[in-house]
């Protein structure tokens, strides 16, 4: 049994409530392939399956695991683009007992290694190549450091030495196979099956347990916030393994609502695929859809199906989320939450628009929402504080980690998101800004002391500094001040394919370099503060110029 690593509630002395352990989303996709047997499921650029052929899908690659011999609770690993199979996937891992370990598909091979080896995967799935990246390659890399035992393609291209997912596909077995097989494996609601990772203080992403039942609390109060039901087209945009993502892997199964996976956010072609699909709930990072209604083609598209965008990941400028909202045509709300925490908070669509755009709503489901001042006191309405959340339906904390749940969790389950805000009268809660040092780049966390350890060890530097830097579309973008060694120059060019040579993801590359002599220095530390002022008021005095 995957056992929780901290206990789910609000004291220490609390145990399970009941009433969360109903059924697992292996039993809402059995169900819905008996009561919603022809109606689609899940599509992508070429495939559909409706929620029968779906469910049929899954018990073959979950039959598939079991004959390679996997035992209960062994890890895979699943890095892949959005696709039908990414939710398949999840769910055969639920049906086998196995626990899913969904890593986003642009780490590369740094992150990536660490993953694997830190999980002890047994088994990788994912792609040869997408987007001129060839995922294999990558892996044979770093093969004779890991200890897996099997490498799974999707796709039509399959390697040497790998196994084909289709290949699992071809085998039919009846239905008592299938129960006799998996009635003694399958996860019950108790139980984490998926893991998802989260950027850590070190940059290494720390992963962490999502138990069966707090998805389903998660996903329970999105169906009732955002009023889903069965004829919902749910958008899937984000390449990461949360965020705005959870109400198309969650909730949709939940009401037998169609999951459209979009394997790679282009603006032309998202607009596209919501005119064809009929999107009805669009969740996006404020980034995406100031792409999208910024696009010289936007006004070709139909996109009368919208009836509510979530926006997640960041928290949205009021003035780009009014803009995007005229554009776009209907209500947006915003989803605040960590990977970390699990639930979180959702605006409303009936809430007014100043409400909507200027708060990330309120607490979702038995999400509790606590500010504390800085002299210890719970804010009040109007008042700054630090967001402390909890709740019996939060995730159960980082695997195989105690000492990161120590430190992140009090003994009465307070959870410190790191963030500033306040409450309005209603009980809205506006967030001000961050008191973690990490950068936000179109909704991925990026740890500057990652980028900065690598940099400084360029044969040019002699000392670095990353700051965020303020960019109208992505939120932020990576900025490196760099004092070269004396007599020596560099270029930004150059320090990226440092950084590339460093198997470094490609969105933790820097986007700006400022070359200067010396550090505002405060308390023998480089003083950012200093820097990021300097930098916001070049870029203000740049397009003055411009």
């Known amino acids: 049994m995957a056992i929780l690593s901290r206990l789910i509630s609000t004291s220490a002395k609390e145990s399970l409530d009941p009433s969360w352990l109903e059924f697992t989303f292996s039993d809402l996709w059995e169900k819905n392939a ?31 695991f079991l004959q390679l011999g996997y035992k209960k609770d062994d890890r895979i690993v699943i890095q892949l683009p959005n696709c039908v199979e990414l939710p398949l996937l999840r769910i055969a891992c639920e049906r086998a007992g196995l626990v899913c ?18 999980v002890e995967a047994k088994m990788l799935v994912t792609l040869w190549k997408f987007r001129d990246f060839d995922y294999f390659k990558m892996v044979e890399e770093m093969r004779d450091r890991l200890a897996i ?40 609601p108790e139980e984490f099956s998926l893991v998802t990772h989260t950027t850590g203080t070190t940059g ?36 990461t393994a949360g965020g705005p993502n959870t109400i198309g892997y969650f909730a949709s199964p939940l009401v037998g609502a ?15 695929r919501i005119e064809k699909e009929k ?95 800085e002299d210890g006191k719970i804010a009040q309405p109007g008042e700054e504080g630090e967001v402390l959340v909890r709740s019996r339906d939060s995730y159960s904390g980082f695997f195989r980690d105690p000492e990161a749940n120590r430190v992140s969790w009090d003994e009465d389950g307070w959870y410190r998101m790191g963030d500033l805000g306040k409450l309005d009268q209603e009980g809205n809660l506006i967030i001000l800004g961050r008191k973690k040092n990490i950068i936000i780049r179109g909704g991925q966390n990026i740890v500057p002391s990652e980028i900065e350890g690598i940099i400084s060890q360029y044969e040019k530097v002699a000392n670095v500094a990353v700051i965020g830097m303020p960019d109208k579309i992505m939120g932020e973008k990576v900025c490196a001040y760099v004092i070269p060694k ?34 505002p220095i405060l308390g023998g530390k480089i003083n950012k503060k200093i820097l990021l002022k300097a930098i916001h008021q070049k870029i203000e005095r740049e397009k003055l110029i411009s």
């Open 34 to 64: 008996k009561w919603l047997s022809d109606k689609e499921a899940v599509v992508d650029s070429d495939k559909r399956l409706t929620w029968l052929e779906a469910n049929h899908w899954i018990n073959q690659i979950a039959y598939g």
């Open 101 to 118: 370990v969904h890593i986003s598909r642009v780490l590369r091979g740094k992150e990536v290694e660490y993953i694997l080896i830190k």
């Open 149 to 188: 035992d099997h490498i799974v393609m999707v796709g039509e291209e399959v390697p040497p030495g790998t196994i084909a997912l289709n290949s699992f596909l071809q085998e039919k077995k009846d239905e008592l196979t299938y129960k006799r097989e998996f009635q003694n494996r399958r996860c019950t």
């Open 204 to 239: 290494f992403p720390k992963f962490v347990e999502n138990p069966i039942f707090s998805r389903m609390e998660l996903a329970k109060a999105q169906v009732e916030r955002i009023r889903m039901d069965a004829s919902d087209v749910i958008g899937i945009l984000s390449p």
């Open 258 to 272: 169609k999951a459209v996976m979009i394997e790679h956010f282009e603006p032309k072609e998202t607009l596209k």
């Open 279 to 373: 999107i009805t709930v669009l969740p996006v990072v404020p980034t995406m859809l100031l792409k999208m209604i910024d696009h010289p083609k936007f006004k070709d598209y139909d996109l009368g199906s919208l009836r509510v965008i979530v926006s997640a990941g960041d928290v949205f400028n009021y003035h780009d989320a009014l803009r995007a909202e005229e554009a776009m045509g209907c209500p947006i709300i915003q989803f605040y939450g960590s990977a970390d925490s699990g639930l979180g908070t959702m605006g409303d669509s009936t809430d007014p628009k100043e409400i909507r755009l200027k708060t990330v709503g309120k607490p979702l489901g038995r999400w509790e929402l606590k500010l504390l001042r």
């Open 486 to 519: 004396k007599g020596l120059q560099m270029t930004m060019e150059e320090i990226n394919s440092f950084l590339k040579e460093n198997r470094i993801a490609h969105y933790k590359l820097i986007e700006r370099l400022e070359i200067v002599d010396e550090f």
